[in-house]
């Protein structure tokens, strides 16, 4: 694998050379150059945190994919690593597709992926082949390939994604499956020794009929309940729900080994933005269960992909808990308070009917915290206006009352994709936090009890933060903007 690792870093050295910042993050972890996707392996090993990507190093749009990699101390700073794995061998001739990691009593990283080959050699017309591979390492950095230890069923035609976890002295494994009459399943099988494994079940089938594949799924214990989430190909728009052309939901049951996994919910979404995809947790060394997941676009491109010479990022790492009605809480790891470097504090702000404030200038990377008294306000919608430039363009982020929803409206954002991506919300106080990137926008509502998540391409020149009410007052008992710094080593 040596001589194609080294190509795929001479393919994003001469991407890197001519890549526009214009929007590339400060603080979401993205490629060097070049194309991302889902994460893969996320863990903590060797004292630092691990986050390999699925990753295209020769172009801004998706090819055959390697695993990139960056890695931290503190999951503040982030150090970019060499390209962990690139196609090499028969198994994966056409892409090292996702999977995930666990650390053996040997105190080594095994990685297990997803093998990928198209049955016809070009592209997915015939169906593919796809197996399950295992790969070690004993540093995070190197990586040495052990084949295949899952084949593919007879009569999938779509087997990926795995996602392995220890629970006693058992492994286990999950993967996303097509089933022969075009369903969308969970598959699991269990291993001694993780690596000689054995089909169990199927864990789960999507009762969606539409429904024919569950991508990157994963499952993991919150309190005394199971989280199972994946990525539903197929699925349908219904008003809010479903929107994108790829989503993300999970389920919440009850779940032990030798068991069936019994669901207590409906699947509900992750996100309700327009971008996100492929999450994956993993348990951090002091137990909380934290999240990571894809902001980017298999299908209307984003605008640096066409462009910039790179594509897609991920979202922040998110602590994930477990509300009373088994909601999914998501909230911005605490490290992240870490990053700010400047802070204005707004106090209590009364704002009149159709009034607009700037609360920043020059701004590029920053977080929001503000919270509307809906008790005390008559405006029929009241939020914060980002990347606004002074030709007229922006995003706007706020509560719409007569939805009861919080949202994120592109359709003048700029450049990209347009659309109204919007949370359902409706307590008497409605409190968000907003973390604006240079090319995206993430909204947590209500303590993370719902989010948004959406790629956001501004307009050029200097961009700025309003707030802004439409036909009525408002009352904002709390309103408070820190600048933020940038996550990587290199550019401090």
């Not at 690596?195 to 990157?216: I, K």
């Not at 602590?319 to 802070?343: C, F």
């Not at 306000?377 to 922006?394: F, Q």
């Not at 592109?410 to 090319?439: F, T």
Request: glycine share 8%.
């Amino acid at each position: 694998m040596d001589q194609q690792l080294a190509r795929a870093e001479q393919g994003v050295r001469e991407l890197r050379a001519t890549r526009n910042d214009r929007w590339y993050p400060k603080f979401h972890i993205a490629a060097r150059a070049g194309w991302i996707n889902d994460p893969n392996g996320l863990c903590h090993f060797n004292d630092r945190y691990q986050v390999y990507f699925q990753h295209h190093p020769y172009s801004s749009d998706w090819g055959p994919m390697h695993w990139g990699h960056v890695s931290s101390a503190d999951l503040v700073t982030w150090r970019r690593e060499p390209i962990a794995m690139a196609p090499s061998v028969a198994e994966d001739r056409d892409g090292v597709f996702s999977g995930s990691a666990v650390v053996s009593d040997e105190h080594e990283l095994l990685v297990y992926f997803t093998g990928h080959r198209w049955r016809n050699g070009v592209d997915e017309d015939d169906g593919n082949l796809q197996v399950q591979c295992l790969a070690v390492s004993k540093d995070g950095i190197t990586f040495e390939k052990q084949g295949t230890v899952v084949e593919c069923p007879d009569g999938l035609m779509h087997f990926r994604d795995p996602k392995v976890w220890r629970t006693g002295d058992r492994g286990y494994m999950i993967f996303g499956a097509c089933s022969p009459d075009n369903r969308g399943e969970v598959w699991l099988y269990t291993s001694d020794d993780m690596r000689d494994w054995t089909f169990d079940r199927v864990l789960y089938r999507d009762p969606d009929p539409h429904t024919f594949m569950l991508e990157c799924p994963d499952l993991f214990p919150l309190g005394d309940k199971w989280v199972l989430t994946y990525c539903p190909m197929g699925r349908r728009p219904k008003k809010y729900r479903a929107r994108n052309r790829h989503n993300a939901g999970y389920v919440v049951g009850t779940w032990s080994p030798g068991e069936e996994f019994r669901p207590l919910t409906e699947y509900r979404p992750i996100d309700w933005g327009a971008n996100y995809y492929a999450p994956q947790s993993f348990q951090a060394p002091d137990g909380r269960r934290l999240m990571l997941a894809w902001m980017g676009s298999f299908g209307i491109p984003a605008a640096s992909q066409l462009t910039d010479g790179w594509s897609g990022q991920m979202t922040v790492h998110r602590e994930l808990t477990l509300g009373d009605d088994n909601r999914l809480i998501a909230v911005p790891i605490a490290e992240l308070t870490q990053l700010r470097t400047a802070t204005h504090d707004f106090g209590l702000v009364a704002m009149g009917p159709n009034e607009t404030r700037t609360l920043a200038e020059n701004v590029d990377a920053a977080e929001v915290e503000i919270d509307i008294d809906l008790a005390g306000s008559t405006a029929e919608r009241v939020g914060l206006a980002i990347n606004k430039t002074p030709d007229g363009h922006e995003t706007l982020v706020g509560y719409d009352d007569l939805a009861r929803r919080v949202f994120v409206d592109r359709r003048n954002s700029g450049h990209g994709n347009r659309g109204y991506r919007a949370a359902p919300c409706s307590s008497g106080r409605v409190k968000l936090r907003v973390l604006v990137d240079r090319g995206s926008v993430e909204v947590f509502v209500n303590d993370g009890a719902e989010t948004v998540s959406s790629l956001i391409f501004a307009a050029d020149g200097p961009r700025s933060i309003e707030l802004y009410t439409e036909c009525g007052d408002a009352t904002i008992p709390r309103l408070v903007v820190h600048r933020l710094g940038s996550i990587w080593e290199d550019a401090r």
